[in-house]
């Protein structure tokens, strides 16, 4: 598609981008979570299933709001990912905030651009992270936590898992991290 038509724009390209993001969390729809407990801590239907990286309700639209333990571990996932590649950056001499795709003019100095620019080709390091976390672990209730505004957050214990195998997974790609 590139190669026909480039792209006129950063938004253009990132809307590419985006298609091709929906395209990829859309072949983890099939993912289902182990439970157990569920009569001492029950969960949310939908949580049984994986569906979508957005958020479930409409007012949480962003990724930041995850209402699935699935979307919640991801989030926590990257975070570990851009404080690595902040660290990295700043380490090797470079200005995380100057970015080129996720450069916000608006926000630099506030907004790390220019790492989660340099954080993309990590991205699925740390998604083979939370799909090992998935795959391994028989989850209860008390993993996760539903905030009043319907976020999902991950116990001290689980989001130590989390974090713990993505610096693994990180430091196993041995890609510059």
Not at 23 to 36: H, V
Not at 78 to 89: A, K, N
Not at 127 to 138: C, F, G, H, K, P
Not at 156 to 173: I, K, N, S, W
Request: hydrophobic fraction near 40%; charge should be neutral.
């Amino acid at each position: 598609m590139l190669e026909k038509r480039a792209p006129r724009s950063v938004e253009e390209l990132l809307g590419i981008e985006g298609s091709i993001a929906n395209e990829y969390f859309r072949a983890w729809s099939a993912l289902q979570l182990r439970w157990k407990g569920l009569k001492q801590r029950p969960i949310p239907q939908d949580w049984q299933t994986y569906k979508s990286r957005s958020a479930l309700r409409e007012e949480l639209r962003v990724n930041r709001g995850a209402t699935h333990p699935v979307n919640a571990m991801l989030n926590y996932a990257y975070g570990v990912l851009i404080g690595r590649t902040q660290v990295q950056l700043i380490g090797d001499g470079y200005d995380p905030t100057i970015g080129i795709l996720h450069g916000r003019e608006s926000e630099r100095g506030m907004y790390p651009a220019f790492a989660l620019d340099r954080m993309e080709p990590m991205r699925p390091v740390v998604d083979r992270a939370v799909l090992d976390i998935v795959n391994e672990t028989m989850f209860s209730g008390g993993d996760f936590a539903i905030q009043p505004e319907g976020v999902c957050r991950l116990n001290p214990e689980l989001a130590r898992r989390v974090a713990q195998l993505a610096h693994e997974q990180l430091r196993d790609a041995q890609l510059g991290f």
